[in-house]
């Protein structure tokens, strides 16, 4: 099941990028990388310190979902979830 299928059945997503509510083992720095290199074009030029700033940014310009795919596969191969 895709992340973004999931998504669709939620009115409030809470994100947790700094291990407030839960520890990930993931990379943020190498999921902040991939989503710049995929997004590139939308992205250069902003103040993006956060994955979130991130994802508003390229929400703004696209319904291209690929974003919560790449977080998803960092998070998968975390195995801590």
Not at 29 to 36: D, G, R, S, T
């Amino acid at each position: 099941m895709e992340l973004t299928s999931v998504l669709m059945d939620y009115r409030l997503i809470v994100w947790d990028f700094d291990g407030t509510i839960v520890k990930l083992n993931v990379d943020w720095n190498k999921v902040k990388e991939e989503i710049l290199k995929n997004y590139s074009d939308l992205l250069s030029g902003k103040e993006l310190s956060s994955i979130n700033k991130m994802i508003y940014e390229i929400r703004k310009y696209t319904s291209d979902k690929k974003v919560f795919n790449i977080i998803e596969r960092y998070e998968s191969a975390s195995g801590d979830y």
